[in-house]
Nanobody, 125 residues
Framework: EVQLVESGGGSVQPGGSLRLSCAASGFSTNDYAIGWFRQAPGKEREGVSCISQNDGIYYTDSVKGRFTVSVDNAKNTVYLQMNSLKPDDTATYYC???????????????????WGQGTQVTVSS
């Protein structure tokens, strides 16, 4: 059974950092793309970043230079290191599985067919 479980969310002041984890089971992270998405209250879900052994790494413009995605295939876990956090980063963060990592697929959430339950990130002073 394919499962994705996010963790690492919390509350942090502006300028702070958090590291989110996405623990995968039922498949190998080496064989699929993993995307990170977020949804703020009253807003649509948006793609943040994706990583794939075959396709590389992509970020949405608003997080470039601040967020870093990585994967530990031995642990079957994908991470999202978030630095210089802003109040606009407040959202529920989700990871999801796809067969491909491109900006097109990330922005449109195309072909992401397995999702985690989400973890809350709150950035506030």
């Amino acid at each position: 059974e394919v499962q994705l479980v996010e963790s690492g969310g919390g509350s942090v002041q502006p300028g702070g950092s958090l590291r989110l984890s996405c623990a995968a089971s039922g498949f190998s992270t080496n064989d699929y793309a993993i995307g990170w998405f977020r949804q703020a209250p009253g807003k649509e879900r948006e793609g943040v970043s994706c990583i794939s052994q075959n396709d590389g790494i992509y970020y949405t413009d608003s997080v470039k230079g601040r967020f870093t995605v990585s994967v530990d295939n031995a642990k079957n876990t994908v991470y999202l290191q978030m630095n210089s956090l802003k109040p606009d980063d407040t959202a529920t963060y989700y990871c999801a599985r796809s067969y491909i990592c491109t900006l097109y697929h990330l922005k449109g959430m195309h072909e992401y067919n397995y999702w985690g339950q989400g973890t809350q990130v709150t950035v506030s002073s």
